[in-house]
């Protein structure tokens, strides 16, 4: 069964420092998304991208993140300076259509966590 | 802009048992509603899903949810539960705003306990 594949499981990483997280859509997927999920925390929504630019992006992606697609089968997450409290479970979901009628499928999330 | 609200944050159900999961939510006009669910370690799967039609709507492993609208409730009900069910349970409403990708909004989950 295709499933969204995400790397690395785990990250640990120095406040200040870029971390990217990795991503492999389901292969004819055409809608990409990130969430993420501070311990405890309810799962929210960063932003979702497709025809290789960001459809909606929600409050918490700001300056400090950006998402690309470089090739034909990955999609990345880009921290440029990691704070603490941007630690947390990241997850990427991809859809075969737009929108909410297309059901998201997740990858199994990574976690990162900033010292 | 919608929320979700899930006010179980733990519930304990006894193997067998029936079940039934609380959400509700605000949204302006007819909300797009799912339900997932997390196993330790995994991602985020789909279990059901309502668009419109039906308010009863049946999903994957036993699982079935009923959209009241009077109500702002979306709650999933088991009839008899399954050790393997122990998860975290995530409430999501979607708004569709007819083109583009969109994004869910969840809650903030209910972590489910089986007992034997």
């Known amino acids: 069964e295709p499933e969204v594949t995400q790397t690395p499981s785990h990250q640990v990483t120095q406040m200040g420092q870029e971390v990217i997280l990795r991503c492999v859509p389901i292969?004819?997927?055409?809608?990409f998304y990130w969430y993420r999920q501070i311990l405890g925390q309810k799962v929210e929504f960063l932003v979702s991208?497709?025809?290789?630019?960001?459809?909606?992006k929600s409050e918490i992606f700001d300056d400090q993140f950006s998402v690309e697609r470089p090739d034909g089968s990955n999609f990345t997450l880009k921290i440029r300076s990691t704070k603490l409290e941007d630690s947390a479970m990241y997850f990427c979901?991809?859809?075969?259509?737009?929108?909410?009628?297309?059901?998201?499928?997740f990858g199994e999330g990574s976690r990162l966590t900033v010292l | 802009a919608q929320s979700v609200t899930q006010p179980d944050i733990h519930i304990t159900v006894s193997e067998g048992a029936s079940l039934e999961l609380r959400c509700n939510y605000s949204?302006?006009?007819?909300?797009?509603l799912f339900w997932y669910v997390q196993s330790p370690g995994q991602g985020l799967q789909l279990l059901l899903k309502?668009?419109?039609?039906?308010?009863l709507v049946q999903g994957i492993k036993g699982f079935e949810a009923e959209f009241k609208r009077s109500q702002s409730s979306f709650n999933l009900r088991k009839p008899s539960v399954h050790w393997s069910d122990a998860a975290e349970y995530f409430c999501?409403?979607?708004?569709?705003?007819?083109?583009?990708?969109?994004?869910?909004?969840f809650g903030k989950g209910t972590h489910l306990i089986i007992q034997p």
């Open positions: 979901a991809s859809s075969g259509l737009a929108g909410v009628t297309g059901e998201l499928f």
């Open positions: 292969s004819n997927h055409l809608y």
């Open positions: 991208f497709y025809n290789n630019e960001i459809s909606e």
């Open positions: 949204y302006g006009a007819t909300p797009y």
């Open positions: 309502y668009f419109s039609g039906d308010t």
């Open positions: 999501a409403v979607g708004a569709y705003s007819g083109g583009g990708a969109d994004g869910l909004t």
